[in-house]
């Protein structure tokens, strides 16, 4: 792991969007975290904000 994806990682954990623009830059899967991202903060859906968190992990640790 470089410095770079350790700092995606931190970034991710606290602001998901944030990590994934890091990584994926203004894609479309970009646009569809930020849209499900305030349903996560506002607790709406109950399991939504684990569920991003490691959808974004995932993405940042799959793409190179």
């Given at each position: 792991?470089?410095?770079?994806v350790?700092?995606?990682l931190i970034i991710a954990s606290c602001i998901?969007?944030?990590g994934f623009f890091s990584?994926?830059?203004?894609?479309?899967d970009?646009?569809?975290s930020l849209v499900i991202?305030?349903?996560a903060v506002n607790g709406l859906?109950?399991?939504v904000w684990p569920a991003t968190?490691?959808?974004h992990l995932c993405v940042i640790l799959s793409r190179k």
């Open positions: 792991m470089t410095c770079g350790i700092h995606r998901p969007p944030l990584q994926v830059g203004l894609s479309q970009f646009w569809i991202y305030p349903f859906y109950l399991g968190v490691i959808k």
